[in-house]
């Protein structure tokens, strides 16, 4: 629907499948609605320009228009309808998925799943099909459309910037673009850049640009308008609204570093819990000075509170948030990609916003009572605030936390023998292990954290603009204790962290800080974890005794084999 296409011609589709096998019909069609009616009680579709039976080749649908179709201002929508009466692991999902940054990029109709038309960019973002569709007609060499103009929060009186997401509509590569702005109704100005990487001459092809702009002296919120006038040196001959784009800009006193942090609910227990292990050991490696994890442990040695008083509620084992906003999977994220470390494209994209709120902290260990951890926050907000219900929060977390009890420290890993996930960055680690790995060392796991939900009070309701508001905290050693074997979980003073947030009335972190806990020393224990006898099995039984996958909720038995022909059971509460 794309204003620049209209009365070009759609001369040829070509769609590849995985297989062709097991499908008995098929279709290649054009339509200006997507129209659904019911045929011997099943929907289908039912196409109001054109349909034409194809026969697929080599695992691909290939169809020429004898008439190619003039697409009209209003658009067309090009798909197809295949038939499959044979199912197998190929044929049962023949369709081939590929990326696009188009908010309609694949709709889906079938007759069991999904029985009415389905944007699957609203399930998946980014998801497109596969299909290729050639048009003719004359493309110009030189047009760029502003696809879309994203809002952006400021520094007053410093020189800024908008970012732009371009896509060229032309034949020549994008080198350099020129554009008009107006900001409110105080600045108005022309500027010429020259892009560090050119955007390819392709139809479609897509590039994110920063458009400098001048500072802006008052606080406040102005509309700002672009139009790109000229591509290479040449008029811009896109369409002339795509030329165009609007957005916000938000001017503040200052502007701070956005910190956002990712907090994991897993367990030794979990057999699926090891990708969120990987997931903070390679963030943290990719991440080192950005990185803040929180680490939330059930029924091991490493808990430290209930699941009811976790900070976010959780659907099950493993899960994760970032900045309590949204329930995501620890290692793919909002992607859905099993091999994929998705969720460092989710954290990146709130590492790259703008923050209005700051936090900084420091944590020593108390010179003249061991048993204090003294913390000196400081936090400053870019606007003024009455009533905004802000509040601070904190978690100590400690790193490297292991043990020799092999029976709860040891690590259920149902990655074990799965070559599939071993492309995943850093799961090849537990696919060439064994159903239960020994030795992990477990690094951000708070191990105190009664105050992990917000402090009321603790941050003052009426805030003023660029003012620092500056408050103390203190963490007791002794009361780092597990739940599940009543032990200490300081193992090591050396390897504390305090990390302190921001909360907004509605409990999400809007920014955060992480500080090393300093003045400690080591505890002189050999932290080696080494295991004392090797785990052979883990098996749980219900109260009835039948043999369980995993524990869900309720009474269990945990039966423990060793390969010394020792056997271990106790009774445990899933909750």
Not at 236 to 257: C, G, H, Q
Not at 262 to 268: D, L, N, P, V, W
Not at 382 to 405: E, F, H, I, V
Request: with cysteine; proline share 4%; hydrophobic share 30%.
């Amino acid at each position: 629907n794309e204003k620049f296409l209209s009365g070009k011609r759609v001369k040829s589709v070509k769609i590849p499948l995985y297989t062709q096998n097991g499908i008995t019909k098929c279709s290649v069609w054009l339509t200006k609605v997507l129209t659904l009616k019911s045929k011997n009680g099943v929907k289908v579709n039912v196409p109001d320009i054109a349909s034409y039976n194809v026969t697929p080749e080599n695992d691909c649908i290939n169809m020429t228009f004898d008439e190619p179709y003039t697409i009209t201002d209003d658009g067309v929508y090009v798909g197809f309808t295949i038939t499959v009466s044979t199912l197998d692991d190929k044929s049962g999902t023949p369709i081939m998925i590929g990326g696009t940054s188009s908010t309609e990029g694949c709709y889906i109709h079938t007759s069991s799943s999904y029985k009415i038309w389905n944007n699957m960019n609203n399930k998946i973002p980014g998801m497109a099909s596969t299909m290729e569709v050639t048009l003719e007609g004359e493309i110009a060499d030189n047009a760029v459309e502003i696809t879309k103009l994203y809002d952006a929060n400021v520094q007053k009186s410093v020189e800024i910037s908008a970012t732009a997401l371009l896509t060229t509509h032309g034949s020549q590569n994008v080198n350099s673009i020129d554009y008009d702005y107006t900001i409110g109704n105080i600045l108005t100005g022309s500027k010429h850049i020259d892009l560090d990487q050119p955007i390819e001459g392709q139809y479609g092809n897509q590039g994110v640009i920063d458009l400098p702009l001048p500072a802006i002296d008052n606080k406040g919120e102005y509309d700002l308008t672009v139009t790109i006038t000229k591509v290479n040196g040449e008029d811009n001959k896109d369409n002339v609204l795509a030329m165009t784009s609007s957005s916000k800009i938000r001017v503040y006193s200052f502007v701070a570093e956005s910190r956002p942090v990712y907090e994991e609910y897993t367990g030794t227990w979990c057999p699926y819990c090891p990708k969120g292990f990987v997931a903070i050991e390679e963030m943290t490696k990719r991440h080192p000075d950005d990185f803040i994890a929180i680490s939330y442990h059930n029924d091991d040695p490493m808990e430290i509170m209930y699941a009811s008083y976790f900070p976010s509620n959780i659907g099950g084992y493993p899960s994760a948030y970032l900045n309590r906003s949204q329930e995501i999977d620890p290692y793919s994220g909002s992607s859905g990609a099993y091999n994929q470390l998705g969720v460092e494209d989710d954290w990146l994209a709130l590492r790259n916003e703008i923050s209005t709120i700051d936090i900084s902290l420091n944590a020593q260990w108390n010179e003249t009572d061991d048993n204090e951890i003294n913390v000196n926050t400081t936090v400053k907000f870019g606007d003024n605030y009455t009533n905004a219900g802000y509040k601070l929060a904190y978690a100590l977390t400690a790193d490297d936390l292991c043990g020799t009890d092999n029976e709860a420290w040891t690590q259920t890993n149902y990655f074990s023998g799965r070559p599939e996930y071993a492309s995943g960055p850093g799961m090849e680690q537990f696919v060439n292990a064994p159903r239960h790995v020994s030795g992990l060392k477990f690094r951000d796991v708070i191990i105190l954290g009664p105050d992990c939900r917000g402090i009321a009070g603790s941050i003052p309701s009426i805030i003023e603009d660029s003012k620092e508001y500056n408050s103390t905290y203190t963490f007791y050693a002794d009361e780092a204790v597990s739940l599940y074997n009543q032990k200490s979980l300081i193992q090591d003073r050396t390897k504390l962290n305090v990390v302190g947030m921001i909360l907004d009335s509605s409990g999400r972190i809007v920014n955060a800080f992480k500080a090393k806990v300093t003045g400690g020393t080591s505890n002189g224990i050999d932290n080696t974890c080494v295991s004392e006898k090797d785990i052979k099995d883990i098996s749980y039984y219900d109260y009835a005794g039948r043999k369980t996958s995993e524990p869900k909720g309720g009474l269990f038995i945990k039966k423990v084999t060793y390969r010394d022909g020792s056997v271990s059971t106790r009774k445990i509460v899933k909750k």
